[in-house]
């Protein structure tokens, strides 16, 4: 009995005894009728197809594959890190993964929104967007890129053996600070509490503080409460309360949000109710 690999024509045994210089091949037989080759700790090489031969004449022969599989991972130097991006601008986020079989890259977002494709605008048409819960290739190009596209991106790279692996990227999306105000007038009765609010919109995510029109900054403390609320990556709410509202109290209150890209203020003028009796 002979053992060869066809594509090489590398001879592996004969009989008992192991040709090859491979420590990995061994053979084995039962009552010299059914004869096995054994290769353990199997390598990407030993795939491919092997034959027995028979000795007789004429010779007899049987074919068989071995294939072997292995499972994805990922291609560190071909495969994108965190990026930043100013908004309106474009990125491309690439995963490569080896294996085998080849494995496949699908795309989603860590939040479970939408990824949104574009498609460029031409002359005669307006560009198109598209949302898909995930997206196929190992290149997601993402265009005039906005700010609530910003977030971690997943992508899992799969061939059918297990395990499938997945790498996270965060896309930071850099924009200049916006400040809304739901109410720029806001009127209250004498010794009540007073809130007053502004929703902030910034990437790097900005400083933020109250200043009254005397210049003080305003702080915690016995008469106020400064709050600020983490609302995603890049909006915040900015709450002042003002405890038992006083005449001295009456007049404006900026809130400031400022980062590397620059400053943004808002105005909100507090005035008293006076009932007459």
């Given at each position: ?23 990995r ?16 700790n ?16 004429p ?9 072997v ?8 130097e071909?495969t ?14 690439t ?14 977002r ?7 494709i ?41 061939n059918?053996?297990?395990p ?40 790097p995510?900005s400083?933020?503080?109250?200043v ?25 709410h ?40």
């Amino acid at each position: 009995i002979g053992w060869v690999k066809a594509d090489t024509k590398a001879i592996q045994a004969i009989n008992d005894h192991v040709v090859i210089h491979n420590p990995r091949v061994s053979v084995s037989h039962v009552d010299h009728t059914m004869w096995n080759l054994h290769v353990k700790n199997v390598h990407e090489e030993d795939r491919g197809m092997y034959m027995c031969q028979i000795n007789t004449d004429p010779m007899k022969s049987q074919l068989g594959y071995m294939d072997v599989v292995v499972p994805p991972d990922f291609i560190n130097e071909d495969t994108s890190g965190d990026v930043m991006v100013p908004e309106g601008g474009t990125v491309k986020l690439t995963c490569r993964a080896r294996g085998y079989p080849e494995p496949h890259v699908l795309w989603r977002r860590e939040d479970n929104a939408d990824i949104v494709i574009k498609e460029p605008s031409g002359v005669k048409t307006r560009g198109q967007f598209y949302g898909f819960s995930s997206y196929q290739g190992e290149i997601l190009k993402l265009t005039k890129i906005m700010r609530s596209e910003m977030g971690s991106y997943l992508c899992i790279a799969s061939n059918g053996v297990p395990p499938s692996v997945s790498k996270r990227i965060m896309v930071s999306v850099h924009f200049y600070p916006v400040i809304q105000v739901p109410n720029q007038l806001v009127g209250a009765p004498l010794g009540t509490q007073v809130t007053i609010e502004c929703f902030v919109e910034a990437s790097p995510k900005s400083i933020n503080y109250w200043v009254r029109d005397t210049g003080e900054m305003v702080i915690s403390s016995d008469k106020y409460e400064v709050k600020l609320i983490t609302r995603s990556f890049f909006e915040m709410h900015m709450i002042l309360v003002i405890k038992k509202f006083q005449a001295r109290d009456v007049g404006s209150y900026r809130c400031i949000a400022k980062n590397s890209l620059g400053e943004v203020e808002s105005n909100i003028r507090l005035y008293g109710e006076f009932f007459v009796h």
